[in-house]
């Protein structure tokens, strides 16, 4: 997969089919957009392209708002090449570029810096100085800089579209289970192990601890089951977000306990994927109290994994959707 930053750097593609988004979370709305890009592209003949921006307009735009992401840049462009995405061109988002008139955008951005001959957005797609371009003005525009607009329609589950949004207040509400309904796989997080007090291996539950991302969607404190990827080998855990009221105030951690597997881990990177929430945060009167729940929550952690197959074995959800025009 081709990568450019800025349009300098951008060669003509043949036929370039391109779709427009910050595509934070790779959801299944994401995915069925991307899905009509590729399957389009490759019957014309065509390049399925990307454009992105970086950082994201929220940063630039309103820098009060602390966002949160579900994934990283990174993520996505590896996400974008595994669904046949051949070519991202990642533009950077200032101040001057958001004072592009739909115009501006359209003319010297699509026409002139990418060559777009079909371009797939959001039915709800916006862009432009202040968001004033609309659906309508995208076609007018398109037609005078000779490409075809497609509409495609949002994806809905059970009734709610899938949105990125929707996600992160899932997430944020410990509802791990919902979120990964609307990705389509389970959510997880990636960081490096550190050296923590040891108190789990007292309590006869070692855990490897995880600084938590900055940047990032963090599920709500309380106890989760997980899966925990560590070179390239999953293995089955169970999972704390939380300070550790029992034992007074403490920097907000994530704390993975490996199930069946004595590792050595400091210094590794581990992935940890969120299959359900078990219970919220707690304190309890004593250590005894708190080594008698996590042993509950273990056994319950091996019965749900035990329980059906998992999203992350099945594979993504296969969508479908439709493009008008």
Excluded at 182 to 189: A, D, E, H, K, P
Aim: aromatic content about 8%; glycine content about 10%.
């Amino acid at each position: 997969m081709k990568i450019t930053r800025g349009l300098s750097n951008t060669s003509l593609a043949h036929h370039p089919v391109l779709t427009i988004g910050n595509f934070d979370g790779q959801h299944l709305g994401h995915l069925a957009l991307l899905s009509v890009v590729v399957e389009s592209a490759r019957s014309r003949g065509g390049i399925p392209m990307v454009l992105t921006f970086d950082p994201h307009p929220t940063q630039i735009l309103k820098p009060e708002i602390d966002l949160q992401f579900l994934t990283t840049l990174d993520q996505k462009l590896v996400w974008f090449e595994e669904v046949g995405i051949e070519h991202v061109v990642i533009l950077e988002f200032t101040r001057a570029f958001a004072e592009f008139t739909p115009e501006q955008f359209v003319l010297k951005i699509l026409r002139d810096g990418i060559g777009v001959r079909d371009l797939y957005v959001g039915e709800h797609f916006v862009f432009g100085k202040g968001r004033a371009g609309r659906m309508s003005d995208l076609v007018r525009l398109g037609s005078q800089a000779h490409f075809r607009v497609h509409a495609v329609s949002p994806l809905s589950l059970d009734g709610e579209v899938v949105s990125s949004t929707r996600i992160r207040r899932l997430l944020q509400a410990g509802k791990v289970k919902e979120a990964s309904q609307y990705l389509g796989r389970f959510y997880s997080l990636t960081g490096t192990v550190v050296e923590g007090n040891h108190r789990g291996k007292k309590l006869g539950y070692p855990t490897a601890n995880l600084r938590l991302p900055l940047g990032r969607a963090i599920p709500a404190d309380g106890v989760y089951v997980t899966t925990a990827r560590l070179k390239q080998k999953a293995f089955d855990s169970i999972s704390y977000i939380g300070t550790r009221p029992t034992f007074g105030p403490g920097e907000r951690l994530l704390e993975v306990h490996f199930l069946d597997e004595a590792c050595s881990l400091y210094g590794e990177e581990i992935q940890v994927s969120f299959h359900e929430r078990l219970r919220g945060d707690q304190t309890f009167a004593t250590p005894e109290e708190l080594a008698a729940r996590i042993t509950l929550d273990v056994d319950l952690a091996r019965k749900t994994l035990r329980a059906g197959p998992s999203l992350s074995q099945q594979g993504r959800v296969e969508v479908s959707t439709k493009a008008a025009g």
